[in-house]
């Protein structure tokens, strides 16, 4: 099946998205019971951790973690925002820097002015945008960027999503108390898909719609760890305590350039591979054996793929016995830990 589709339902109980891409899972988003991801609280500063620069806060939900603490004292209130999901055992991850998103607009506190995705280019597409930027916004102090879905969008339609988190804003940073309180849910999977699944595809709604696009199968193959890179050639992605291992082998091909070839196509599965099974912390790729002038390319691959990935990834770089590490935000909840 070609082209895109967004299909909305549930896993049982529970809230689910998935965006099927020619026939293949790309992206799924499952609830869970853990903090939503952008959730606000009023915290309250609970214990410094010495020689690490961050503090552990007190929160309706549990305990979390703040880092870059500069000025903040125990028993004080301070809004934070949940940016991840945390391990297990873990505080909830935070951060003081506080961002009101939807799908056209995104509301900054603490960084004022006007700005616009670079990925719009036309010139008078700006001038437009900026000119309801301003219109909405007036003297608020607080920041905004419009991202690139407005390009093609009516001008009614982005006002409306200004002003709803303009207000949202407002509501939450203006708010004087000090108890400790969730001013703010974070959205929901049926939410994410609409705020952040902005290229243009089939939304299907009716109930059974994972079963009859095929969702419910793709599912089953990513609770398992192998994922084929054709031409006989696997990707084994197993998440340990520790890591993600990511180990790639070359089949029964033995020709000279089986391993550039199973690496390369590592490389462009492997943002996806991830993806659906939310898998962050610390990757560790095992690639086939290739020699190191091809290197170059093989990163150059990889670095292309995670452009469009919406995860926060870090490219590390190669390690002395010839791995590949990569740091990914744990910005979903494992698959493993939302299905049976």
Known sequence: MKGRTIILDHLGEVEAAALMVDGQLDDLLIDSDAPRPGTIYRAIADRPVKGQGGMFLRTPDGSAFLRQIKGLAPGQAILVQVTGFAEPGKAIPVTAKILFKSRYAIVTPDAPGLNISRRIKDEDARDRLLEIAHEVMGEAGH??????????????????????????????????????????????????????????????????????????????????????????????????????????????????????????????????????????????????????????????????????????????????????????????????????
């Open 143 to 340: 920041g905004l960027i419009l991202r690139s879905s407005c390009a093609e969008v009516d001008d009614e339609a982005i006002s409306e999503d200004i002003a709803a988190m303009a207000d949202l804003a407002r509501k939450v940073m203006e708010d004087e108390s000090t108890e400790m309180e969730t001013l703010a849910e974070g959205d929901g999977p049926h939410l994410l898909a609409w705020r952040d699944w902005t290229t243009p595809a089939e939304v299907v709604t009716q109930d059974n719609g994972f079963d009859t696009h095929g969702v419910l199968d793709a599912l089953e193959t990513a609770r398992g760890v192998a994922v084929a890179l054709g031409a006989g050639a696997m990707m084994y992605v197993e998440p340990t305590r520790a890591l993600v291992a990511v180990d790639v082998n070359t089949g029964r091909d033995a020709s000279l350039a089986a391993g550039i070839k199973a690496n390369m196509a590592c490389a462009r599965l492997l943002p996806r591979s991830l993806r659906v099974r939310g898998l962050g912390g610390q990757i560790t790729l095992d690639l086939a054996p290739m020699p190191k002038k091809d290197r170059r390319a093989f990163e150059s691959a990889l670095r292309g793929a995670f452009r469009t990935d919406e995860v926060e990834t870090t490219l590390v770089g190669w390690t002395p016995l010839g791995h590949y590490e990569l740091q990914r935000k744990r910005a979903r909840a494992p698959l493993s830990e939302v299905t049976s």
